[in-house]
């Protein structure tokens, strides 16, 4: 049970603590923090750019449902995991440059905006064994849409940047669904 005492104390402590709080309510404001002038000279800037593969359906579909929310009319929860392929051009024959392998699920109650996870893992040319991690929100209803990159192992260790996606409906099938990436990274 708490005595008068250490409730005043409590209540007098979270009142200093309030004071030394921003109350201005600007969401966000220009840091003054400078990087290093050498780390700054050594960052590379890279840009990708590949086709990635949702195979829904057929004989060796890619995308598997892991979760199922039946009592959800809009979809809300279901979830899924990929091994998509990643490739040179928009065909799916054409040269293959890696795997996007993740997570996606439905997180939005009004639209079809889904929570990302992948780890693009790149197996030709010089970015082989390396990878990327994309994580955030993708309202795939939009033709275009930016994600961010988070991260990266090997050559894009400590990598951050953006995708842009953009969904080529003209040639995606209710089986096949093809996403058009331009990624660019920055990375020691």
């Known amino acids: 049970m708490a005595t008068p005492l250490g409730f005043f104390f409590l209540f007098t402590l979270t009142l200093i603590c309030t004071q030394f ?33 949702d195979i829904l359906e057929g004989k060796n579909p890619t995308v598997v449902q892991i979760i199922d929310p039946s009592t959800s009319p809009s979809g809300f929860g279901a979830t899924f995991m990929m091994d998509n392929l990643l490739t040179e051009e928009q065909d799916l024959t054409s040269k293959h440059v890696g795997r996007a392998q993740g997570m996606f699920g439905l997180a939005s109650l009004e639209d079809r905006g889904m929570v990302m996870l992948i780890n693009l893992a790149f197996t030709e040319g010089e970015f082989s064994g390396s990878t990327l991690s994309m994580l955030g929100r993708n309202p795939v209803q939009d033709t275009v849409r930016e994600l961010p990159i988070v991260g990266g192992t090997g050559v894009f260790r400590f990598a951050r940047g953006y995708a842009i996606a953009k969904s080529h409906w003209e040639i995606s099938t209710s089986e096949h669904f093809v996403v058009e990436y331009d990624i660019t990274v ?3």
Do not use: A
């Open 21 to 53: 709080s921003t109350t201005n309510g600007l969401f966000s404001e220009q840091s003054n923090i400078m990087l290093p002038t050498n780390q700054q000279n050594t960052e590379k800037l890279t840009h990708l750019h590949f086709f990635y593969h």
């Open 186 to 188: 920055s990375h020691p």
